[in-house]
């Protein structure tokens, strides 16, 4: 199936797995060492703290899926439906998570949950964002289904039938953009530790910023 996408949402795609990128390093480099960005890791590690009956990463582990969930609540309630379109929320979504980072960076300072649980319900709101107008053809919090898409296109390509290169392409970039952010997320902890979510933050803040902007030019343009 061909993907027929704005070029805006691409460039969108490929700056927020940039921005998850960085947000799940800090969580995995911070003092919970935890990913953040998506839960299949977080949910293995519930399964063994309940059997271990570890009642303190039990709580932590649960506070995260469910901020998780929460995000991605939030995000149903703003931009409501799955139609891509100028006038949906998305620039409100954007700065809600980028005020999530922010939030999260003095809680994270103080070795408090509520920093990976702030930063978890960004990485939620931000996934199901992307996820719902693109038809799961885009999720930029993990790369699973971006690396699935991938070896699909290579058994497509050694049977020689048609490859759809949007899609792998799209795959690829978000890949790419998800291990750039996972870089600049580790150089910047090393140097700056928990302020590196000032990156994620601003990069956030000014997509939402950028879309504002480029809504407000193509209602006066299609006026």
């Given at each position: 199936m061909g993907i027929?996408?704005?070029t805006w949402v691409w460039i969108g795609a490929i700056a927020l797995s940039c921005v998850a990128g960085m947000v799940n390093v800090v969580g995995f480099l911070g003092f919970e060492h935890q990913a953040v960005s998506h839960l299949t890791g977080s949910t293995s590690q519930l399964?063994?703290?309940?059997?271990?009956?570890?009642?303190?990463?039990?709580?932590?582990?649960?506070?995260?899926?469910?901020a998780f969930s929460l995000?991605?609540?939030?995000?149903?309630?703003?931009?409501?439906?799955?139609?891509?379109?100028?006038?949906?929320?998305?620039?409100?979504?954007?700065a809600l998570e980028s005020a999530l980072l922010l939030l999260a960076i003095p809680l994270f300072k103080q070795q408090q949950i509520w920093g990976a649980m702030l930063a978890a319900m960004a990485c939620g709101l931000q996934n199901a964002m992307a996820t719902t107008f693109s038809g799961a053809v885009v999720r930029t919090t993990h790369l699973s289904g971006m690396f699935t898409d991938l070896g699909i296109g290579l058994g497509h390509l050694l049977r020689g039938l048609p490859l759809p290169m949007r899609r792998l392409t799209?795959?690829?970039?978000?890949?790419?953009?998800?291990?750039a952010g996972s870089m600049l997320g580790?150089?910047?902890?090393?140097?700056?530790?928990?302020d590196a979510l000032l990156a994620p933050a601003l990069l956030t803040g000014l997509t939402g910023l950028g879309y504002v902007i480029y809504r407000q030019w193509a209602l006066l343009r299609a006026r």
């Amino acid at each position: 199936m061909g993907i027929r996408l704005p070029t805006w949402v691409w460039i969108g795609a490929i700056a927020l797995s940039c921005v998850a990128g960085m947000v799940n390093v800090v969580g995995f480099l911070g003092f919970e060492h935890q990913a953040v960005s998506h839960l299949t890791g977080s949910t293995s590690q519930l399964g063994m703290a309940l059997i271990q009956g570890d009642l303190r990463s039990i709580g932590h582990l649960w506070g995260l899926l469910i901020a998780f969930s929460l995000g991605a609540m939030l995000s149903g309630l703003i931009i409501q439906d799955g139609v891509l379109q100028l006038g949906r929320r998305y620039g409100i979504a954007l700065a809600l998570e980028s005020a999530l980072l922010l939030l999260a960076i003095p809680l994270f300072k103080q070795q408090q949950i509520w920093g990976a649980m702030l930063a978890a319900m960004a990485c939620g709101l931000q996934n199901a964002m992307a996820t719902t107008f693109s038809g799961a053809v885009v999720r930029t919090t993990h790369l699973s289904g971006m690396f699935t898409d991938l070896g699909i296109g290579l058994g497509h390509l050694l049977r020689g039938l048609p490859l759809p290169m949007r899609r792998l392409t799209l795959s690829g970039l978000i890949i790419g953009g998800f291990l750039a952010g996972s870089m600049l997320g580790a150089w910047l902890f090393m140097h700056w530790q928990y302020d590196a979510l000032l990156a994620p933050a601003l990069l956030t803040g000014l997509t939402g910023l950028g879309y504002v902007i480029y809504r407000q030019w193509a209602l006066l343009r299609a006026r």
